[in-house]
């Protein structure tokens, strides 16, 4: 008895009439309700969202940007939603109500939009009163449990998106600020560059004053060598009253003009001590305006750093160290130094000041003294008889006046000294108010002042820091396809379990035979391959022609299929050949088995530890690997190397079928009434 003989007579008493016929039609059509039928209904379920009623409620009442534009997202985010089509969304006016038709399950779940919606948005702009937009979200998993999860993805979506929007706002805002304050740091550097000019004529004013104080000084010690010998002649009075007389006569000419020019010398000295305070006074302005311009520029350092927080984009760690990075800057470098040499040239300015006011008094002083001199001189020049009885207070009237041209010495030089130092005080507040406007302007140059397409390119890019780049190296064309290769290779499965119901694993005459084991256990198998053949063969047909699966190698995963039809009926065979009734139920077992563990669905590695050892000892999750490598065209290399194993799997089952006719061949009474038959 050959090989063929034995699958030939049990196909035969398959066909042998009408209803064995249909039976054998019937079982190879089983997979087609696995495979086809239930692709067929989750082919692209994604697609028909739009038939699933969601309820909108927009209570938003918008609000006012800060730069006084009218705000209305809530409305824009469902005008969107609903353009999208996503879902077939239903307006309704109260969130009451919505929640209401949730429950019912009149709505799949009910989308809410609060009436702060858009004050919240905006008020990023104020940081006394910054609040995150909500949305408001009700689900009901007895609706249905997956649709949360879809309804998850919508709103993230959403949220990305709006805070994308909102986030370009605010960094456009934040870069048009860095512009801002590099335009006043410009202005801040012309006005430097104003008091540098200004204090540069100022020092070519004390340059002249101090020339001026020097020939004052040489007048006045000349004046004080003309006094001394005035007394010289006034000690020689007594010998000669004529020429007294002629003398004080002279002298009279001579110092007659001498009460205006003290006068002259005082409204001097108090003009220039009235011109020192007025210096000292801008000085100290500018010193005041340098320190306020430091203060507001930190300020602003501060407001930015905390927009950049509001907005998410730095961390307070990171606030932190940039404001101490610009408190550092500011007190050390050229700025710092210049600041702290006008600061000392201001002490400098103020003690020419408080010079200036002391030889302004002194000049008073001298000014209101010289009267008295000169009128003694007319006395003396009148009275020519009386001067000489008086010729010893006439010498001490003189040794007055050497005092007082002493004084009047020792003042100018004063005052030459404080407009030697009121030069070298303008001086140095020249250069130091000259680096100030240098480094002011070279400041400005770093601080960022974008134009406006930077400004919006930048802002692009600060709102949405990061984009992915997915590159699918294998793609499934549609939901259907995603599960095509679980529920394609359980198809097979669920078909060769049935062929068992009907076909006998081995024939009892078959066993009644003197043939070997192995070709009596080869014959009761290939009526099974060539029936499971058939189902795979069909199914392909179905789920590539009807359902439009387009697989990347359909030939390969028709021949791959077969090949699992091999392994699949080879093992169902040899399982219910070796244990008869009771095999059923182990590969109804080794069904489930597999179901859960091939990786049909979620990946294999994320069901529990004892289920991966079985994902790697039984065949199912190999085929259904194959298959989405096959139909999604990946990398082949691994299809081999599974066909391998498959025909490993088909010797194990040939292997089980042979021990199993071994077995049978001897009779016994179980084996004429077995204890249970399914």
Sequence with gaps: MTVLRLARSELKRMTGGLLPKLTIIALAMVPLLYGAVYLYANWDPYSNLDQIDAALVVEDT????????????????????????????????????????????????????????????????????????????????????????????????????????????????????????????????????????????????????????????????????????????ANQLNAGAAQLSDGLGQLEDKTASLPADSQKLADGAAQVAAGNATLNTKVQDVVGQLNAADQGLRNRVVESNSRLMAAGIITQAQADSILADFDAAAASGPVADARAKIQSDAAQIQQLADGSAAVSAGAAKLAASTP???????????????????????????????????????????????????????????????????????????????????????????????????????????????????????????????LIQAMRPVTQRALASNAPSWKIAVGGWLPFLAVSVVQASLLTLVVDLALGLDPAHPVLMWLFMLAASMAFSAIIQGIVALLGSPGKLVVLILLVLQLVSSGGTFPWQTTPQPLHVVHEVLPMGYVVTGMRHLIYGADLSMILPTVAGLLGYTVLGAALSTLAVHKHKFWTLKSLKPEIAV
């Design 62 to 233: 918008g609000a006012t940007s800060g730069d006084g534009t009218q705000l209305h997202a809530g409305q824009d985010v469902a005008d969107s939603l609903i353009d999208g089509h996503v879902f077939n969304w239903q307006p309704v006016d109260s969130a009451e109500k919505a929640d209401e038709g949730v429950s019912s399950g009149k709505y799949a779940f009910a989308l809410k939009i609060p009436k702060d919606f858009s004050a919240n948005l905006a008020s990023p702009g104020s940081f006394d009163a910054a609040s995150q937009a909500m949305l408001n979200v009700t689900t009901n998993d007895a609706n249905n449990y997956l649709l949360s999860t879809i309804v998850d993805k919508l709103t993230t979506a959403v949220h990305s998106s709006v805070a994308k929007e909102v986030g370009e706002e605010t960094a456009n805002q934040l870069l048009t600020g860095f512009g801002t304050i590099h335009t006043q740091m410009v202005k801040a550097a012309d006005g430097a560059g104003q008091l540098s000019d200004g204090v540069t004529k100022l020092h070519d004013g004390t340059v002249t004053l101090h020339d001026g104080t020097t020939q004052l000084s040489s007048g006045a010690g000349e004046l004080y060598g003309g006094q001394l010998k005035l007394r010289d002649g």
């Design 372 to 498: 008295a001199l000169t009128g003694a001189i007319s006395q003396a020049s009148a009275g020519a008889d009386q001067l000489h009885t008086g010729s010893s207070a006439l010498a001490a009237g003189e040794q007055s006046a050497v005092d007082g041209a002493a004084k009047l010495a020792e003042g100018a030089r004063t005052l030459d000294g404080g407009a030697a130092q009121l030069e070298d005080g303008a001086a140095t507040a020249a250069g130091g108010a000259g680096t100030l406007a240098s480094e002011l302007a070279k400041g400005a140059g770093k601080v960022p002042n974008p134009d406006d397409a930077q400004k919006d390119s930048l802002a692009k890019v600060m709102a949405d820091p990061v984009a992915v780049s997915n590159v699918s190296q294998a793609k499934a064309g549609s939901y259907g396809a995603g599960l095509a290769p679980f529920f394609l290779t359980l198809a097979l499965w669920i078909g060769i379990f049935m």
